[in-house]
């Protein structure tokens, strides 16, 4: 991403890949999916922030550890659906958008 969001090239490519897959997935176009991805690196590696919604503070290896299409769904979920942050609530959306795409 340019400007990095990270100085780990690792990070700054991962995130990367999922502004692209956010856009691919929900078809924003990549200056938004950038944007997005951006505001939820910052607002969840933020400890004011995660006290206030009850999450712990994010960090490179719990991003890593969600994987790409999680990343994803959490940010759409979270930023543009503004979904109630408790995560019974975010599984709960989770379950029934995946069985909705999946068409199961």
Do not use: N, Q
């Not at 938004?32 to 951006?38: I, Q």
């Not at 933020?46 to 969600?66: K, M, N, Q, T």
């Amino acid at each position: 991403m340019d400007p990095p969001i990270s100085p780990d090239e690792d990070v700054d490519d991962y995130f990367g890949e999922i502004a692209t897959a956010l856009g691919r997935h929900f078809g924003y176009p990549i200056s938004h999916s950038e944007a997005l991805v951006r505001e939820y690196y910052g607002k969840f590696i933020d400890p004011a922030f995660c006290r206030s919604i009850g999450f712990r503070v994010h960090d490179d290896e719990l991003f890593f550890h969600e994987g790409g299409f999680e990343m994803v769904l959490s940010i759409h979920y979270y930023l543009v659906l503004k979904g109630d942050p408790s995560r019974e609530a975010y599984l709960r959306w989770r379950r029934e958008y995946v069985s909705a795409y999946l068409g199961a």
